[in-house]
């Protein structure tokens, strides 16, 4: 009886590091993004990983506050932020490399303004004029909309 107990447990390991070998080779063979080939019940948790890393949106305020001198000893204090995808390396690269552009387009744009048009300024024209200009200097993405806080004017 013990002999027997044996044979059926050696044949039970040899089972087992077979199938281990064949499911280690199966893991290897296969794509990286193939489909499960088991599934068990509804398992929604494994397509959300995916959908996080494709939709990783951020705000850039890499700008922080600008100090835009206007006519006389007027200074206007503006801070910009945009929303932006943080999975893309790449345009997110370019985005840190053009801050000083960016400080540049809204400096020339604010300072161009007469202290008339600034007291009754068109916020969402402001905005649109000034994302025109940051997209024109934009090569590997589109910066969708702007959001302008502590936009103070000090005499």
Known sequence: MPR???IVLLSLAGVLIVLFIM???LGLIRPRDAEPLLRFGNSP???QPAQAQTDDIRVFSGLGRLRIP???STIMILSIAFPYNANDIAFTEELAAKIG???NIAND???SLTADKLINIDEEAAKTEILRNYNTILRLGRIEALYFSDMIIID
């Open 4 to 6: 027997i107990f044996y």
């Open 45 to 47: 948790l494994i397509e």
């Open 109 to 111: 744009y604010f300072s």
């Open 101 to 103: 552009e960016f400080r």
């Open 23 to 25: 499911g280690t080779i």
């Open 70 to 72: 206007l006519d006389n």
